[in-house]
Nanobody
């Protein structure tokens, strides 16, 4: 599985961005997908995850109510809609795939990762 993220950039606090993650291969529709982020000097942290069908999602408390994860299995793509962005959301955002696995927030359970996309929120 190869993953490529799109959509990062610079935005003012209170603004919105939508990240996309395009996956190659036939296993996307059977994979749980996750979004993680890593700020400078910090460990990679869970942001959001979605199960294979899109019927089950989980969010970090820090983004709940502001971020939404959805997927389109026909397009092999998962999205992260980010609203009401804050400077503390600044980080490199990564998507990850857990093939044939259940939804999880654990970084170690995802075997496939994208290269990351930078999100910078100015105050």
């Amino acid at each position: 599985v190869q993953l490529v993220e799109f959509g990062g950039g610079l935005v003012q606090a209170g603004g919105s961005l939508r990240l996309s993650c395009a996956a190659s291969g036939r296993t996307f529709s059977s994979s749980a997908m996750g979004w993680f982020r890593q700020a400078p000097g910090k460990e990679r942290e869970f942001v959001a995850a979605i199960n294979w069908s899109g019927g089950n999602t989980r969010y970090a408390d820090s983004v709940k109510g502001r971020f939404t994860i959805v997927r389109d299995n026909a397009k092999n793509t998962v999205y992260l809609q980010m609203n009401s962005l804050k400077p503390e959301d600044t980080a490199v955002y990564y998507c990850a795939a857990r093939v044939n696995g259940a939804i999880t927030i654990a970084t170690t359970q995802y075997a496939y990762w994208g290269q990351g996309t930078q999100v910078t929120v100015s105050s």
